[in-house]
């Protein structure tokens, strides 16, 4: 594909990152790594294909970060294209637990709990 | 090269990534939570997180980028002023709602514009060690330090590493007495699973030393 294209594109980055994000070059504020991310819509065939493989994916709940590996993208470009379908509400996001200082004291004992079953 | 993402419309029939269905998780996950296993390359922290992960390690990819970079079209300056690193990273279901993710991520400090999304928050740290390559993590522990960011020290305990009586490790390390230092074997579920619970246990510590103070 590439022989007889040869543009100035890069073989490991053949499309550039602004076109996927339609334009937006900003970082959006208010994703984690691991905010979960689960669908409220179903895609819809004018969607770009990767918001639509994201709605696909997160049928179930995913976090951003499993987003961005199942898709090949980097977390900034994710969240790019998470921060338009949370505007369209197409998706919700779903901010992860918060730790202040320390985390709280319930939180440890489940997760405590829950280590000590594996 | 796989333009399946870019050129395949969910539904159409082409392989769509995302989980296997064992690897999805359940419809009521509502929280999630993460630590992050910092040390050098080659230090285990993949095989640590591929010990405890429920799913196979996956890898995000974190781009640090200036202005301009990505449209800059002259041959040859492609990345120049943009640094990727992959970071991997499992997860264990602690129960129906809630989800730990683990994070590895380089010590080095050429890696530490990552911290700053990667260490908010985290419950905390694990620092893996490789008793032959100990000078990686003097500056991540001063650095963890300076963030307050709670942690404890796992030594990976390779076969052909020198083996050093753990006073000794700490006084090397310069670690407070009240920081957990503990042998692990990466490869070892159980045994990682249990360095993990030394920093919940610590963690458990400090809110309840808060708690009373």
Request: hydrophobic share 30%; glycine share 12%.
């Given at each position: 594909m590439t022989s007889e294209n040869?543009?100035?594109?890069n073989e490991g980055n053949p499309v550039p990152l602004y076109v996927i994000t339609g334009g937006s070059g900003s970082s959006p504020e208010g994703?984690?790594?691991?905010t979960l991310i689960v669908a409220r819509a179903a895609p819809d065939p004018s969607m770009q294909p990767e918001q639509a493989t994201i709605l696909t994916m997160c049928a179930y709940p995913l976090s951003v970060a499993e987003v961005s590996a199942y898709l090949s993208l980097p977390f900034s470009v994710v969240t790019a294209l998470l921060s338009q379908l949370v505007e369209d509400e197409r998706v919700e996001a779903i901010a992860p637990v918060p730790v202040a200082a320390y985390p709280e004291r319930g939180l440890l004992e489940a997760v405590i709990h829950g280590l000590r079953k594996l | 090269m796989d333009y399946a993402s870019s050129d395949a419309p969910a539904g159409s029939g082409a392989p769509v990534p995302g989980p296997r269905g064992t690897d999805m998780l359940l419809p009521h996950s509502a929280r999630g939570v993460k630590v992050v296993i910092v040390g050098g390359f080659g230090v285990g922290k993949t095989t640590m997180v591929g010990a405890v992960s429920e799913i196979p390690p996956l890898t995000t990819e974190e781009t640090m980028t200036q202005a301009g970079v990505g449209i800059?079209?002259?041959?040859?300056?492609?990345?120049?002023n943009t640094t990727t690193v992959a970071m991997d990273f499992g997860r264990i279901s602690?129960?129906?709602e809630l989800v730990l993710y683990l994070f590895g991520t380089p010590g080095q400090e050429r890696f530490w514009f990552l911290w700053n999304g990667i260490f908010e928050g985290a419950l905390g740290a694990v620092v893996l060690v490789d008793t032959r390559r100990i000078e990686v993590c003097f500056e991540v522990i001063t650095r963890l330090e300076d963030r307050r960011v709670p942690f404890v020290v796992a030594v990976n305990?390779?076969?052909?590493a020198p083996q050093y009586p753990v006073e000794d490790l700490r006084a090397a390390l310069a670690l407070g007495e009240s920081v957990p230092l503990v042998a692990c074997d990466a490869r070892d579920r159980a045994s990682c699973r249990d360095a993990l619970l030394s920093l919940m246990d610590y963690l458990h510590t400090l809110v309840a030393a808060q708690e009373t103070a």
């Open positions: 040869p543009g100035p594109w994703f984690n790594l691991v | 800059d079209h002259n041959p040859g300056a492609e990345g120049k602690i129960n129906q305990t390779f076969p052909e």
